[in-house]
């Protein structure tokens, strides 16, 4: 039975370890031990096949605990009522095993994580079968960091993270959907700092002045600049004619275009013109419009104010199927103060530096 403390911490929501607590445990080798924490069941219960076996509230406050015979079962759902009388069934996202590799950490660890965008954020995966996200950001002086949303109530104790080696939370969540808004609460261990905060590896987000992230895939665009890859890797840009046309989009034609709406007026005038390559003002994601976009807030997320990120790409594509590159300005030296954003992230000057 799971130890009073730690349902304090778990109920408190400032465990910083709840995978100990959470989940299905072994226990002396002969029972097993799924304890979840849900504050909106009126009863709860652990059912895989034909097995139905009611949990036990441990807590007023929506900690719950049943226990079986190690060999019944591992693969399960929670079944709960919310005193609607309505009941629904869901994965326990305490079941499922890290995503992250023990070397990816390492490599992140070390500064050499070249491909921390892959894991960290927010990812579209498969874990036993079941389709969710798997949630990973960087924090290592927080106690606790929680994924919030609308599909929790944006209540912190619901989805606490897995700490990982080098201050790495992790969480796979199932059955989550496309375009959830989401942030991630972090409560440091120092001076009682907690703030929502958004996800720095997000590839979307909402639109300013609304600071969400949003889950995005991207892997659905079908790129149809083969031809302009292979030329850009074949040319010595160095004795190549270079002309470049440099483009704050938000300004270049009034209201704000949409990226397929640029795309149609911008990449023909480019062409016309002879410009080689197009030079975007900082397009990733900024609060303030009046920085033109200098304040950074998600450095792997184009800005919401003309569409979504397949649009974007689809804005590159074209640009590439005119025979025009697209380079990007990138601008960590203005650094905002935005409290959703990367400011005093864990309570620490974490990305100040």
């Known amino acids: 039975m799971a130890l009073e403390g730690d349902i304090a911490a778990i109920v408190g929501a400032y465990h910083g370890d709840p995978f100990r607590v959470l989940g299905p445990h072994l226990v002396e080798g002969r029972r097993l031990e799924i304890r979840a924490f849900l504050p909106e069941a009126n009863e709860a219960y652990v059912v895989a096949g034909e097995l139905a076996r009611p949990m036990q509230r441990l807590h007023p406050d929506g900690f719950f605990e049943a226990v079986l015979e190690h060999d019944h079962v591992i693969h399960y759902r929670l079944r ?71 599909f929790n109530r944006w209540d912190g104790r619901h989805h606490p993270m897995r700490q990982r080696n080098g201050g790495i939370w992790e969480l796979f969540i199932p059955g989550l959907e496309e375009g959830l808004v989401y942030k991630y609460e972090v409560k440091s261990r120092y001076r009682g700092y907690l703030q929502q905060k958004a996800d720095p590896y997000a590839f979307y987000m909402e639109t300013p002045p609304l600071s969400g992230s949003r889950f995005c ?56 013109m002879g410009y080689t ?40 594509d074209r640009c590439h199927q005119a025979g025009i590159g697209v380079i990007l300005d990138w601008v960590p030296a203005h650094f905002p103060k935005d409290a959703h954003g990367l400011v005093y992230f864990d309570g620490t000057a974490l990305y100040e530096h």
Request: net charge negative; charged share 25%; aromatic share 14%.
């Open 277 to 316: 390559h197009l030079e975007l003002l900082p397009i990733m994601e900024h609060p303030y419009e009046a920085s033109w976009g200098y304040q950074v807030v998600g450095y792997f997320t184009p800005t919401a104010r003309h569409g979504p990120p397949v649009e974007f790409m689809e804005f590159v």
């Open 80 to 150: 709960l009522e919310d005193g609607t009388g309505v009941w629904r069934e869901l994965e326990d996202p305490y079941r499922f095993p890290a995503w992250l590799t023990d070397f990816e950490l390492h490599l992140h660890g070390e500064g050499n994580y070249l491909q921390s965008f892959e894991k960290l954020g927010a990812h579209w995966r498969e874990a036993d079968g079941v389709a969710g996200v798997n949630f990973a950001v960087w924090a290592p002086n927080a106690e606790r960091v929680s994924v919030v949303g609308d």
């Open 217 to 272: 895939r991207l892997d659905g665009y079908q790129w149809h600049d083969q031809e302009w890859m292979q030329k850009r890797a074949e040319t010595d840009w160095l004795r190549a004619p270079v002309s470049i046309y440099e483009a704050h989009i938000g300004s270049w034609v009034r209201p704000q275009p949409s990226y397929r709406e640029l795309a149609d007026r911008l990449v023909p005038y480019l062409s016309e």
